[in-house]
């Protein structure tokens, strides 16, 4: 709209073919620039995304091993799966506040401690057989994965994934692209309809990269279905 009003008070010479020809070119080499780079971030954003999701695939299927090796050790664990079920699922409530994970905790920063705690019982622990020497050393080991867990997701709720003065550079890219668009042409509704779609598409590029970068946010946040499975294997 900006281009389409320029182009109304600007004097003839300022758009004369020649200009235009230049003004095109110039169009040209922002556009290829603007493309080039969205796609690489789309694609960086996407790989960073399936990683985060992957690590915490994994640190859920290291957790409920951890739960099932404390069941199988046999008396004196209890204190220490029930500390492993309260921190999960005061991580769980902070994550996704919206979901039912069971009574609301206080998010007090507490589940940290409780996973020290949990460390505290184990090493208590005094294993009387070569089994429950395994098993022991098996459910330290795992216990860092609750650590693991919370500095994902530290990581990802730290700052926005596309920094404020690149986000800044690509709305400056694509706002001369489309003010050069409305010097080019007369204006009537195809062009004007044309136009919107192609600024939506660019701000659609745009909005798709901040919610990639953003696993535990936003429209596109990773799923809680395997955090509430999770918990329901460790009430068994």
Known sequence: MLGIALRAILPTDQISPESTDVIKLATGLMATLTALVLGLMISSANTARNAVQNAYTTSLANVAMLDRHLAEYGAGTRTARALLRDALVRKFQAVWPTE???PQEPSDGSALSAV?????ELLKLTPATDAQKWLLSQALQATSSLGQFRWIVIHEESG???????????????????ISFGLLTKPNVTVLVSLFIAALSVS???F?????GNPFGGQMQISSTPA??????LAN
């Open 228 to 233: 509430h499975a999770m918990l329901n294997a």
């Open 208 to 212: 798709l990269i901040l919610e990639l």
């Open 204 to 206: 659609s590029a745009i």
């Open 160 to 178: 926005p994934a596309l920094p404020v003065p690149f986000l800044v550079g690509l709305v400056f890219w694509g706002t001369a692209i489309f």
């Open 116 to 120: 020290e705690s949990m460390e505290h």
């Open 100 to 102: 039912n994970f069971g």
